[in-house]
């Protein structure tokens, strides 16, 4: 460890050793994250800008400077880049909020056993009430986000369909999937957006592992 930096570049380094460590299983993620990464009924260059968007949700620095690396040489540009960092930045804020529906029915103590029904999220507009100034910037912002731009709509919300799985919101799922087959995108594209997403979630794991390694050494 170099004066207590806990992340540097040349940290990254150590990931084979994982395939000393556990050869099987750090061959079979690899293969996974090659066949999820590869191009299919999405291109490679959308796979690497949905990569990008989930490092962010999982504050993978490895990640993070990997992907952005791959999308930049499959033709990323930076103003991209950008749009994908607010799309990520408005999903990840955006579970925040609509889990948010749930902490009502908490506080109001509603007796329901069910925590999760499609119906709750009606419940968002009371937010409007409760903080109107703050309810109305971040609608608008998430509105911006997802605005078609340098990216389509259709590429904006597989983005959005892949961020929802790595937070893990249910209301988020429901709303981009809808919203993904709305823009024309198939059953296929969504499923491939989504192994992304399930490759970076565990990626980001096994990246923070080179972290594990330093402070067990």
Aim: proline share 2%.
């Amino acid at each position: 460890m170099n004066n207590g930096c806990l992340y540097q570049k040349s940290n990254f380094n150590r990931l084979s050793e994982f395939n000393d460590l556990v050869p099987d299983a750090f061959k079979a993620f690899i293969n996974f994250d090659q066949q999820a990464l590869k191009s299919g009924k999405l291109s490679g260059k959308l796979k690497e800008l949905i990569a990008v968007a989930i490092a962010h949700t999982t504050g993978c620095p490895y990640c993070i400077d990997l992907h952005v690396n791959q999308a930049k040489r499959l033709g990323m540009s930076k103003e991209e880049l950008g749009e994908v960092v607010m799309v990520a930045t408005a999903l990840k804020a955006g579970s925040a909020l609509a889990h948010g529906v749930n902490a009502l029915n908490a506080y109001d103590q509603n007796g329901e056993e069910e925590l999760y029904k499609a119906s709750y999220f009606n419940r968002l507009k009371e937010f409007s009430e409760l903080n109107k100034d703050i309810f109305q910037s971040f609608v608008k912002f998430d509105q911006q986000a997802l605005k078609p731009g340098l990216l389509t709509r259709k590429e904006k919300e597989l983005i959005a369909v892949a961020v929802a799985h790595v937070t893990g919101c249910p209301y988020c799922i429901d709303v981009h999937t809808k919203g993904a087959k709305n823009a024309q995108a198939d059953k296929v594209e969504i499923g491939e957006a989504i192994m992304v997403a399930t490759a970076l979630k565990a990626g980001s794991a096994l990246a923070h592992g080179v972290n594990a390694l330093n402070s067990f050494d």
